[in-house]
Nanobody, 115 residues
Framework: QVQLVESGGGLVQPGGSLRLSCAASVTMFSIYTMGWYRQAPGKQRELVAGITNGRNTNYADSVKGRFTISRDNAAKTVYLQMNSLKPEDTAVYYC?????????WGQGTQVTVSS
């Protein structure tokens, strides 16, 4: 069983930055594709950014150039650096780990962008 614990969310003004972290309790973290998803009230959960075990990355169009996903396999942690935050980035952000048929979620961390 994989446990994912997110941290780093909070309230930030438009244009500000936050760094989310997701610590994984798993034996072979490096083999998992990791991702960050978000869900705003009344909306479906959507992929924000993903990073493979080969460190290939992909981003939602809405965050390209502003968000950066990275991973530290030794620390079993994935990060999401969020810059130039906008009110529309407000959502609960979830960490995801997947490999083949295995798919795990964290409990989520709230990000609120407001003045």
């Amino acid at each position: 069983q994989v446990q994912l614990v997110e941290s780093g969310g909070g309230l930030v003004q438009p244009g500000g930055s936050l760094r989310l972290s997701c610590a994984a309790s798993v034996t072979m973290f490096s083999i998992y594709t990791m991702g960050w998803y978000r869900q705003a009230p009344g909306k479906q959960r959507e992929l924000v950014a993903g990073i493979t075990n080969g460190r290939n990355t992909n981003y939602a169009d809405s965050v390209k150039g502003r968000f950066t996903i990275s991973r530290d396999n030794a620390a079993k942690t994935v990060y999401l650096q969020m810059n130039s935050l906008k009110p529309e980035d407000t959502a609960v952000y979830y960490c995801n780990a997947r490999r083949m048929q295995m798919n795990y979620w964290g409990q989520g961390t709230q990000v609120t962008v407001s003045s």
